[in-house]
Each structure stands twice: as structure tokens, then as C-alpha cells.
């Protein structure tokens, strides 16, 4: 049943949540560099990036989207309390340092997602497109990521797959219907719109079973082989499914920002090589020029379309041009710093990611409140 106050949709309260996340997991640098906290806050900053900022994110969208995609029972109060909840025990923890707790927790944020789909799709009984099927298979690539973490303590493996592997197979699989719709490419399919077909369903799992491969392959130490076969897969991704280089109905900011994190997506793959001597720093733009920037500029559209604003603000909006184009300075120069933590280079990068979530959030907020 829907709750009666249902006017108060889960990405009003989590996707604020997450610009918290992201605000407090950058800080814990100028922090450290200030000497005003005494941990070195590696763990507690990738932490609150990935399980706080961008685990909001992905809740709030699916939260509020999955119902819709799937025709089935719209999400409950207590389900958005439990996930408010976890938000802010997540900050709670990494800002006290307690980062294997943190990390035990991500355990049941994803169980807690899990349950989420499974209570629709035991409605539903059918996947709304073909691309779907990566949102169970992150799901189940992340928990594994997790249990391996609790049993082993292994954090490169947590991170590499409850971290990277589980957005990124999140990007791919809804960017697949999301990307060329918001981009308004032609013959795009809305979210909600059945395109399943057999044939489509068993290309999308095979394409599904070879990218998550490779993180195998990486867990097996073949790191070089496993990131040149995971960045052509991302590149075959972006031409094929979303539309990289086909031209729009009409172009708009939003449309040209999503062909340009698309790019990043393979560019942060490729540079993460250990070959090139960039892994760390590639990681980085592929988080701030990929995960960052896709999940803005996805997020822009479901603020404008739940808030029952004009579509016309992603064609020539000068706030997302300054989005886009500090997200790209702060992926550059993270890059430029390349290992060196404390540079100058990092601190300014820090800035143009700031600059970039207030001019989102204040257009949120402008969004939320001619609404009330």
C-alpha cells in the first residue's frame, strides 16, 4: 500500500543526504592537510564516497524510479526510514573512523536494496527492459564484495567490486534506457516502455556475464589484461546502447554532458591500467568525470520531472554548463596530482567538485521549494 503522505518521494530525502555524504567525505583532506583531525582518512574518505554519496544516490533513484519501471506497489514510509537510516549511520561512523564498521554495514544496505526488487519483482514477475538485468547483478557482485570483506578483510576486493562493480554495472545497465532517452536521441524508449524480447534479454545477460568477468579477471591479478577488456567492453557499451555517437532530436546541455562522462567512463578505465602509472588518479576520473557527473546530470532529470518543471532547462541551462564544466576541472586536475595527496592540485580539484553539488543542490532546493 502507498503511504498517505506519499507526496514526499524517497530522492527528496536521500538525494540531499548524499550531497551531505559527499560534502563531509571530501572535507576529512582539507581536514587532515589542516591537521584538525589526527587519522590518515583514506578508508573513511572512499568510504563515504562510495556507501554514503553515491549509495544515496542510487537508492533515491531506485526508490523512487523502480516502482514505475516495474507497475507494481510504490515504496513504503518505513522503507525510506530504514534507508534514511542507514545514510546517516554511515556518516556517523566514518566521521568517528570506524571504517570496518562501515564497511560491515554495507552488507545490509545492499541486502536491504536486495529486498527492495525482489518484493516487486515477486509482484511484477518481469523485467521493464533488457538492460535490468544489471541492477540484480551489481547487487549480487557487490554482496559478494561485502562477505569477502567481513570473512577476509580484503578491501581492495571490497572496493573493486561493492564500490566500482556496482555502479559502474548500474551505469550500464539503466544508462542503457536512460542515457538516449534524457539525451534525446531518436527512437529512444522511456524506462517504462516493454522492449523486452528473447533475443534481447539473452544479449543483455551475455554482455552482463563478459564485463563482470573481468573483474574476476582482476581478482586473479590479471590487472592490465582485465582493465584494456573492461574499457573496450565500456567503449562497445557507450557506442551500442548509448547512442555516443548518434546525433539528437535536438541538443540540449544535459544531452552533450552525458556523451562527455560517457567518455570518462572509458578514459578512467583506461588510465586505471597500472601500465601508465595513473592507477590511482585514473580511478579518480573515473569517479568524478564518470560516476559523479552521469549520476548529476540523471539526477537533474528526476528532480525536474517529479517536480513538475519545464524539460527545456536541460537545453541551454548555464548552472548544468558550470556543472559539467567544473566536474571536468576537478577530474583534470585530480589527475595532474596523479599520487601526491596533499598537492595544491588536490585542494583545487576539491573546490570545483564543491562548486559543481552546491549549483546542483541549489537548483534542487529551488525545484523543491516553489513546489510546497
Same mark, same amino acid.
Given at each position: 500500500m502507498?503511504?498517505?503522505?506519499?507526496?514526499?518521494?524517497?530522492?527528496k530525502i536521500l538525494f540531499p543526504i548524499g550531497i551531505l555524504c559527499s560534502v563531509i567525505g571530501l572535507s576529512f583532506w582539507i581536514l587532515f592537510q589542516s591537521r584538525l583531525i589526527n587519522f590518515y582518512p583514506a578508508e573513511s574518505?572512499?568510504?563515504?564516497?562510495?556507501?554514503?554519496?553515491?549509495w544515496t544516490f542510487i537508492a533515491g533513484f531506485l526508490m523512487t524510479a523502480v516502482p514505475k519501471m516495474m507497475s507494481t506497489m510504490a515504496v513504503t514510509l518505513a522503507e525510506i526510514s530504514v534507508a534514511v537510516s542507514f545514510s546517516f549511520l554511515q556518516i556517523i561512523l566514518t566521521i568517528r573512523n570506524e571504517t570496518r564498521l562501515s564497511s560491515y554495514l554495507v552488507l545490509f544496505q545492499l541486502l536491504f536494496l536486495l529486498f527492495f526488487l525482489i518484493r516487486r519483482f515477486i509482484i511484477s514477475r518481469k523485467f521493464p527492459f533488457a538492460g535490468f538485468i544489471f541492477i540484480p547483478t551489481a547487487l549480487l557482485l557487490a554482496l559478494s564484495g561485502a562477505i569477502i570483506f567481513i570473512t577476509t578483510g580484503n578491501r581492495s576486493?571490497?572496493?573493486?567490486?561493492?564500490?566500482?562493480?556496482?555502479?559502474?554495472?548500474?551505469?550500464?545497465?539503466?544508462g542503457s534506457r536512460l542515457v538516449p532517452v534524457i539525451s534525446r536521441l531518436p527512437n529512444a524508449?522511456?524506462?517504462?516502455?516493454?522492449?523486452? =524480447?528473447?533475443?534481447?534479454?539473452?544479449?543483455?545477460?551475455?554482455?552482463?556475464?563478459?564485463?563482470?568477468? +573481468?573483474?574476476?579477471?582482476?581478482?586473479?591479478?590479471?590487472?592490465?589484461l582485465a582493465l584494456i577488456a573492461r574499457t573496450l567492453i565500456i567503449t562497445y557499451a557507450l557506442v551500442k546502447y548509448f547512442g555516443l555517437f548518434?546525433?539528437?532530436?535536438?541538443?540540449?546541455?544535459?544531452?552533450?554532458?552525458?556523451?562527455? =562522462?560517457? +567518455?570518462?567512463?572509458?578514459l578512467g578505465t583506461l588510465l586505471s591500467i597500472p601500465y601508465f602509472g595513473y592507477s590511482l588518479a585514473g580511478l579518480h576520473v573515473l569517479y568524478i568525470g564518470g560516476f559523479v557527473l552521469i549520476t548529476l546530470l540523471i539526477s537533474t532529470r528526476v528532480v525536474l520531472a517529479h517536480g513538475g518543471e519545464s524539460l527545456d532547462y536541460e537545453i541551454s541551462s548555464r548552472k548544468v554548463t558550470a556543472i559539467i564544466t567544473c566536474l571536468i576541472m576537478a577530474s583534470l586536475l585530480r589527475l595532474l596530482a596523479n599520487t601526491h595527496s596533499t598537492s595544491n592540485l588536490v585542494f583545487f580539484s576539491f573546490l570545483f567538485f564543491v562548486a559543481?553539488?552546491?549549483l546542483? +543542490? =541549489?537548483?534542487?532546493l529551488k525545484v523543491e521549494t516553489k513546489n510546497r
Open positions: 502507498e503511504p498517505k503522505n506519499h507526496d514526499i518521494e524517497p530522492y574518505h572512499g568510504n563515504l564516497m562510495y556507501f554514503g554519496f553515491l576486493l571490497f572496493l573493486l567490486l561493492s564500490g566500482e562493480a556496482f555502479v559502474l554495472n548500474l551505469i550500464l545497465g539503466l524508449l522511456l524506462p517504462h516502455q516493454n522492449s523486452n =524480447t528473447k533475443e534481447s534479454f539473452i544479449g543483455s545477460l551475455i554482455f552482463a556475464i563478459l564485463f563482470n568477468a +573481468t573483474y574476476f579477471m582482476q581478482a586473479l591479478d590479471l590487472i592490465n548518434k546525433n539528437p532530436v535536438k541538443w540540449t546541455v544535459v544531452g552533450v554532458g552525458l556523451k562527455i =562522462t560517457s +567518455t570518462f567512463l572509458a559543481a553539488v552546491a546542483w +543542490t =541549489t537548483k534542487m
